[in-house]
């Protein structure tokens, strides 16, 4: 049983090492960039369905 999670560690360590393609600090940067903006975007349209949302039941609930 060691002998097996031995290899295992090993062998996950030999791929993040060898294997995987990490980003540079510059795409780390732009990608997060880039998440951060699409993040404010989905957050301003979901703020303005909400107030939206919220008129409009505030009217229909003033009329009956």
């Given amino acids: ?35 951060m903006i699409a993040s404010l975007i989905i957050a301003l349209v979901v703020f303005a369905m909400d107030i939206s949302f919220q008129n409009l039941f505030q009217f229909l609930y003033k009329i009956f």
């Avoid at 049983?1 to 940067?29: F, G, H, I, R």
């Fill in 1 to 35: 049983m060691s002998n097996k999670v031995t290899n295992y560690l090993q062998d996950t360590y030999n791929e993040l090492v060898y294997k995987v393609s990490w980003p540079s600090w510059a795409d780390l940067q732009s990608s997060s960039i880039v998440v």
